[in-house]
């Protein structure tokens, strides 16, 4: 180790020198000996390496924020998918988010036979009952909300789901609301609908849904409504909801269900496989829930939210465990929407 500049190397440096000889010298250590020293060189050194990385940071610091903001995007948004978006200005002023999550997948041509479940691609258990007949209420209360409010934009939400149909949730519902004529085909109406292809559960289609709206109009929702099931709505309001930070005085909840005996099945199915589940895995990334997740995505797709969305990143990859607090710690990090709740 070096010897500290602060300490003499022997008793003789502090002794006062008044041979004529060295009369020139100080009465201690020289400065330019205490500056040889390998302590105060090495001391120099970190200083004037401390300056540069100061001044090297301020530098990049003030281009970055002098940039236009399309060039700041590049480091997220690669030129090669940015010289294909041209979003219409329409699109701009959009500010509420009506999400219509998906259940099954319609894979008919003719809507007068939408409530026949051999039109649709469904689970056993969504076989009879009314089920079908809530999707397409679903749908239509959706698409009746969207054309009210001329400043919302409307998400059919739902993945590559079954293995028998290369159709997602979300474009067949879309599919169903263009052909019933829920959604008329005027152009600048038309573009308040489009669909979420990558979620495939019911906290993929809140998070997801908000993701798709920015990367459709380049903005971020203030407004959020869901039409779904009934049975669903303390899923969505007090976990989902709560989940991702979203305030409760701008999220809204619609709620139809089937009728009849099927009622009383499903709330109870939904209480034991959604919502007990979900208050313990509050981002499903564990065990159960994960399962589903993987069971549902046959195709292998991925989403491209980490680019099109990427403030949402963090969220997206938030999966809390022992680490840092148990399964239903709530990401701390910073969200778009903080700024405006």
Same mark, same amino acid.
């Given at each position: 180790?070096?010897?500290?500049?602060?300490?003499?190397?022997?008793?003789?440096?502090?002794?006062?020198?008044?041979?004529?000889?060295?009369?020139?010298?100080?009465?201690?250590?020289?400065?330019?000996?205490?500056?040889?020293?390998?302590?105060?060189?090495?001391?120099?050194?970190?200083?004037?390496?401390?300056?540069?990385?100061?001044?090297?940071?301020?530098?990049?610091?003030?281009?970055?924020?002098?940039?236009?903001?399309?060039?700041?995007?590049?480091?997220?948004?690669?030129?090669?998918?940015?010289?294909?978006?041209?979003?219409?200005?329409?699109?701009?002023?959009?500010?509420?988010?009506?999400?219509?999550?998906?259940?099954?997948?319609?894979?008919?041509?003719?809507?007068?036979?939408?409530?026949?479940?051999?039109?649709?691609?469904?689970?056993?258990?969504?076989?009879?009952?009314?089920?079908?007949?809530?999707?397409?209420?679903?749908?239509?209360?959706?698409?009746?909300?969207?054309? @009210?409010?001329? $400043? *919302?934009?409307?998400? &059919?939400?739902?993945?590559?789901?079954?293995? !028998? #149909?290369?159709?997602?949730? %979300?474009?067949?519902?879309?599919?169903?609301?263009?052909?019933?004529?829920?959604?008329?085909?005027?152009?600048?109406?038309?573009?308040?609908?489009?669909?979420?292809?990558?979620?495939?559960?019911?906290?993929?289609?809140?998070?997801?849904?908000?993701?798709?709206?920015?990367?459709?109009?380049?903005?971020?929702?203030?407004?959020?409504?869901?039409?779904?099931?009934?049975?669903?709505?303390?899923?969505?309001?007090?976990?989902?909801?709560?989940?991702?930070?979203?305030?409760?005085?701008?999220?809204?909840?619609?709620?139809?269900?089937?009728?009849?005996?099927?009622?009383?099945?499903?709330?109870?199915?939904?209480?034991?496989?959604?919502?007990?589940?979900?208050?313990?895995?509050?981002?499903?990334?564990?065990?159960?829930?994960? @399962?589903?997740? $993987? *069971?549902?995505?046959? &195709?292998?797709?991925?989403?491209?939210?980490? !680019? #099109?969305?990427?403030?949402? %990143?963090?969220?997206?990859?938030?999966?809390?465990?022992?680490?840092?607090?148990?399964?239903?710690?709530?990401?701390?990090?910073?969200?778009?929407?903080?700024?405006?709740?």
């Amino acid at each position: 180790m070096p010897l500290s500049a602060s300490f003499p190397k022997s008793r003789y440096d502090y002794l006062p020198i008044y041979n004529s000889h060295h009369h020139s010298r100080h009465h201690y250590r020289s400065r330019i000996d205490i500056l040889k020293s390998r302590a105060r060189i090495t001391n120099l050194g970190f200083l004037l390496l401390s300056s540069f990385a100061a001044l090297s940071f301020l530098f990049n610091l003030s281009y970055y924020l002098s940039s236009p903001h399309n060039e700041r995007t590049l480091l997220h948004h690669p030129h090669s998918i940015l010289a294909t978006i041209d979003r219409d200005r329409t699109l701009l002023g959009l500010n509420h988010l009506i999400i219509v999550p998906g259940h099954a997948i319609w894979k008919g041509s003719n809507p007068d036979k939408r409530l026949d479940d051999d039109e649709w691609i469904l689970e056993p258990y969504q076989r009879g009952g009314g089920r079908v007949a809530a999707f397409v209420k679903h749908i239509e209360t959706g698409a009746d909300l969207a054309m @009210s409010d001329d $400043k *919302s934009l409307l998400v &059919f939400s739902g993945g590559q789901t079954r293995r !028998t #149909s290369t159709l997602t949730e %979300g474009e067949s519902y879309l599919n169903l609301a263009l052909s019933a004529g829920f959604l008329p085909n005027k152009t600048t109406t038309s573009l308040r609908a489009t669909t979420e292809e990558h979620a495939l559960d019911s906290y993929q289609n809140l998070l997801f849904s908000i993701a798709r709206f920015h990367e459709y109009t380049g903005n971020y929702p203030t407004k959020i409504t869901i039409v779904g099931y009934e049975m669903k709505r303390r899923r969505f309001t007090e976990l989902h909801r709560a989940a991702i930070r979203w305030p409760r005085q701008k999220f809204h909840y619609v709620g139809i269900d089937a009728e009849g005996e099927e009622l009383v099945l499903a709330s109870e199915g939904e209480k034991q496989n959604g919502y007990l589940p979900y208050s313990k895995d509050i981002y499903g990334c564990h065990e159960f829930l994960q @399962s589903k997740r $993987k *069971s549902r995505n046959p &195709f292998v797709r991925y989403h491209s939210y980490y !680019t #099109s969305a990427p403030e949402l %990143g963090p969220l997206l990859n938030w999966c809390p465990g022992s680490d840092v607090g148990g399964e239903t710690t709530v990401f701390h990090g910073p969200l778009p929407w903080d700024i405006s709740s």
